[in-house]
């Protein structure tokens, strides 16, 4: 892979007007990958399968004119495709033209929402999630995408169940077992994974496409497949349901945040590989015009593929025309993508489950209980959350976020007190951040260890291990040496950290402290 690219670079080197033949190269070979996951994605969401071909053609087209990162490219992706079906479950039939009108609806509030972060440029929002909310949640959205795939993947027909009650359905009932579709299945996914393993270039894409093609054509193959397609290119959408748009303002704003958090993750990776600037405000307006124009084609949300992005990283992308490429190419697909109606589902199945079995990350949430107790139990309930919420995959997200904000604010309340005497002197070293929230507590610790000690006779404030002091602790902080000083106790505030200085300079200027760790 490294020799792969060095050569692509040293072309571009040498020759630069070879840089746009290797994006044309790039750009088609992404094409050919992202065509079958298209459609598999968009059975994940609830859609036509075809729907997913519109999802991937004018949306990485037209990001491609605004994008940061030469190898992100927009398209139908695992979890906004979850998201999209959590958030429209019980609106309308999957499937149905209310369902894909509401889903088109969705990604124009997801790409206008990720515009206007954009152009305000407040894209360092997506780091609101923390680490272990954004593990929990890729986590069990990945384990209800493989279990909604069970269905399909055994050949049984469960209507519109969601992911849990339909997997289950399908495991109660192994009399309804198809075993050619499992064997279509398991074929497809050993042939992925195998792919993989031997070499990152191997065409899995094309292979798993053609050999179900050829065998659903040759066997004569009886079971579901993608169907219909409809000829020429995709109508242009310009009447949405706008009577849903109050429904779809929270999810679609989840959708924005969680969807680039992944996109954001895989442009950041490979900008520090490469030693590139990386802008998120440009990305997220580029992320939210391939939304729009998903929207305009009558399709679902779209994000960013790790994948899709590794490979045009791969074959030696230099710029985002790569991504253009890719949408050209699939558009021009379209006129023949009816070729694909008899590839049997069980195919998309397989290439669903080998997509996203890698974001099943079980050890890394494991590995969080000996480094922090708390943050495993972020991470660990934030997977609970989202199987025990499913569909609603969107309100598992709200509550992680919430969860681990509640989490950081119990550690702010609780300010560590460390105390101990040397002859008559008291001293005590609090630990922590010294905020409105948490000052009067140390306020009370400290008068509990006064009473406790009577027989001291001097008092020593160690601030070496606070961190932040704010407005609100500093004049407790007054008010405590004026207490303390009342008490008979001579009273110094030492150590202090250059951080919080500037915030006591000013209110203890007024008292006869020992201020020569002030700086």
Partial sequence: MGRLRGLAERLRAHAPRLALVVD?????????LVIPQSLAYARVAGMPAYIGLYAAALPPLVAGFFASSPYLQPGPAAIPALMTAGALAGMAAPGSPEYVGLAALLALVVG???????????????????????????????????LSQLPPLFGVEVGAAGPLPGALQTLLRPGDWKLETMLIAAATFLVIVSARRIHALIPWAVIVTAGGLAYSEIAGYTGSVVGEIP???????????????????????????????????????????????????????????????????????????????SLSRLLGAT???????????????????????????????????AAVVGLIRIRPIIAMWPLSKAQFMVA???????????????????????????????????????????????????????????????????????????????????????????????????????????AGLETDVVAVHPVTARALRRVLAQQRLDRSHLP
């Fill in 24 to 32: 044309a190269f790039a750009g088609v070979s992404v094409a050919l």
């Fill in 319 to 353: 710029t985002a025309r790569a991504g253009i490429v890719t949408g050209l190419t699939v558009l021009l697909f379209l006129p023949f993508a009816s070729t694909l109606s008899p590839l049997p589902t069980a195919v998309l199945s397989g290439v669903v489950i």
């Fill in 112 to 146: 206008g929402m990720r515009i206007g972060i954009g152009v305000m440029r407040l894209g360092r929002i997506v780091y609101m999630m923390s680490e272990p909310v954004l593990l929990g949640f890729t986590t069990g959205a990945a384990m209800l995408i493989v």
């Fill in 380 to 486: 660990a309930g934030t997977v609970v959350m989202t199987l025990v919420l499913s569909p609603r995959v969107d309100q598992a997200v709200i509550l992680g976020i919430l969860t681990a904000v509640g989490v950081h604010l119990w550690r702010e309340f609780n300010l560590k007190v460390v105390s101990w005497t040397e002859d008559s002197v008291l001293h005590v070293r609090p630990e922590g951040v010294l905020w409105f929230g948490s000052a009067e507590a140390l306020e009370q610790d400290v008068i509990a260890l006064v009473a406790e000690h009577r027989e001291a006779k001097k008092l020593i404030l160690h601030m070496e291990r606070v961190g932040r002091v704010d407005l609100t602790a500093s004049l407790t902080l007054e008010r405590l040496v004026m207490r303390a000083r009342g």
């Fill in 231 to 309: 000829e020429g290119l995709m109508p242009l959408r310009i009447a949405f349901p706008w009577s849903s748009l109050p429904d779809l303002v929270l999810p679609g704003f989840i959708i924005a945040l969680v969807g680039f958090a992944e996109a954001a993750s895989i442009a950041r990776v490979f900008a520090v590989m490469d030693r590139h600037v990386w802008d998120p405000d440009r990305d997220f307006i580029s992320q939210g015009a391939a939304n729009v124009a998903a929207a305009v084609s009558g399709a679902f949300p779209v994000g960013g593929s790790f994948s899709r992005s």
